[in-house]
């Protein structure tokens, strides 16, 4: 049974530990265990992380590279175990497991790539008495604190630009899935990147973000989560001024006008709803569908969510309609609860509604209709599938109810007329606006605006948090040409 502790300076430790069990959302038994870190590794780690940047930043980046490439091949080797560990934890389908795991690999040679990219300019001088240029250097050592949905695609997020840029961290996932992020991180040392660049601190948030951004050692504090956490961190981290990158939460409108292309907008809504149990961060959260084409959608909306199968790994393997359990009771619990705050309040349950009678944490593909604000799964990021839709009639009114949420990381919308398309990519206050598909890739920056956040995960502006500018002047000896 696998079980993680600490890695500080290259070598786990444990000692002195209390334990933690992992549990497999898809049978609820356990499946590993952890060692709760506490405040003194959370401070050892950050010393770590310390010591080694100098050797870190210093190297060039072609001898980055040769360890970061390294890094990668040794983790391709060992696919199969990680994936198995990532579906053991998160009760994940085999599928979206190896995407978790693929979107890890992927981010480290792209952000080495960017890396190479980031070219400083000269700045002329009015009267030719200096040369003025600017260049890039790390910011330094840099906390992330990681959740549970994506555990490697988030440590990717994080991993491939610290690296890259010569940076530094302390690493805190998710006490819910921090099993696959331990196994992965453990090969560091096998590809030659020194003790001490990259350091681990498992066990609860309780326990360990405060020490960790209070703090006065790390630059750059990042997380995808919670803006609950956020919040946390931010207010955590006063004792220094800090930089902060935050993924927070996600609360997506998603808008289906009466000329939209039903037989593609439908399964697109209905798929990324139920994907990953419903755990996405840009999963549809209040869908807004025109009154002349409202019981349609629901219809086939429901139709499609009676093709769907539960479990994971391998279960009703080359099917894609399979839900996936949810990450623990508790949450369980919440989404159960969700469904009857909704109905006590004049939701209609279209499809779904109830646990699933079988181990594990398994809730039914759930179609609420006729939902409003006053609802919890309105009001809240749901994090589940519980799928929640309501008509509109008015254009600026639904346009205004979109944004009408504290949050602001992805919006959808599904028409044929490019004037309504050119106003929602202009008026739906979010970080990412898509348009008659769901599109997400490694080169297009992500995340939020209002309480999702601030700072962008991939993409060549992923880097910006991660490095400092420095501006350097040269006096010339003689100013004339």
């Known amino acids: 049974m696998a079980n993680y502790g600490a890695l500080i300076n290259g070598v786990w430790h444990s ?27 959370a401070n050892r780690a950050l010393e770590a992380a310390s010591a080694a940047l100098d050797v870190w930043q210093c190297k060039p980046i072609a001898e980055r590279e040769s360890c970061i490439l390294k890094f990668r091949d040794i983790l391709l080797a060992h696919k199969k175990e990680i994936v198995d560990m990532v579906i053991k934890e998160t009760g994940k389908v085999r599928g979206n497991a190896e995407y978790d ?26 009267d030719n008495s200096t040369l003025s240029y600017t260049r890039y250097t790390a910011v330094g050592v840099v ?17 491939g630009p610290i690296l890259a840029s010569g940076c530094t961290c302390v690493i805190k996932p998710s006490e819910e899935t921090p099993l696959a992020t331990s196994m992965a991180l453990s090969y560091l040392a096998e590809a030659g990147i020194p003790p001490g660049v990259v350091n681990v601190v498992n066990g609860t948030g309780l326990d360990l973000v405060k020490p960790l951004c209070e703090s006065k050692i790390p630059r750059l504090l990042t997380t995808i989560g919670s803006t609950v956490m956020g919040k946390r961190m931010i207010g955590y981290g006063a004792t220094t001024i800090k930089r902060f990158s935050l993924e927070l939460g996600g609360d997506a409108p998603v808008i289906v006008f009466p000329d939209a292309d039903l037989k593609s907008a439908i399964p697109d809504i209905v798929g990324l709803k139920f994907a990953n149990g419903g755990q996405i961060c840009v999963s549809p959260n209040r869908v807004f569908v025109h009154e002349d084409i409202y019981e349609a959608f629901l219809q086939e909306a ?34 159960k609860e969700m469904v009857s705050n909704a109905t006590s309040k004049g939701a209609r349950v279209i499809f779904g509604g109830k646990a699933v009678d079988r181990p594990g944490f398994f809730l039914e593909p759930t179609i609420l209709a006729d939902v409003t604000d006053e609802m919890s799964c309105q009001s809240c990021e749901i994090f589940g599938p519980i799928l929640g839709v309501r008509s509109f009639k008015d254009t600026d009114k639904v346009f205004a109810d979109a944004n009408n949420s504290e949050m602001g990381l992805s919006s959808y919308v ?37 309480q999702s956040g601030y700072g962008k995960d991939i993409s060549h502006l992923s880097l910006r948090d991660y490095f400092d500018v420095r501006r350097v002047s040269i006096k010339r000896k003689h100013s004339s040409l």
Not at 307 to 335: I, M, T, W
């Open 302 to 335: 429901s139709n499609l969510a009676a093709k769907y199968s539960y479990g994971s790994g391998d279960d009703h393997a080359g099917k894609d309609e399979v839900l996936q359990p949810v990450v623990s009771q508790a949450s369980l619990d919440r989404l």
């Open 15 to 41: 000692d002195g530990l209390e334990k933690l069990p992992v549990l497999d959302p898809s049978t609820g038994e356990n499946t590993g265990e952890i060692y709760l870190c506490k405040e003194r590794e």
């Open 414 to 450: 599904y028409t044929s007329d490019l004037n309504t398309a050119l106003r929602a990519e202009n008026e739906l206050m979010t970080g990412n606006v898509c348009i008659n598909a769901v599109h997400y890739s490694i080169e297009l920056p992500h995340g939020g605006v209002k």
């Open 143 to 159: 906390v992330c604190v990681l959740t549970w949905n994506f555990p490697l695609l988030n440590l990717g997020y994080k991993l």
């Open 101 to 126: 795991f693929t979107m890890l690999v992927d981010c480290l040679p792209f952000h080495l790539e960017e890396v190479k990219r980031q070219y400083g300019a000269v700045i002329p001088s009015p």
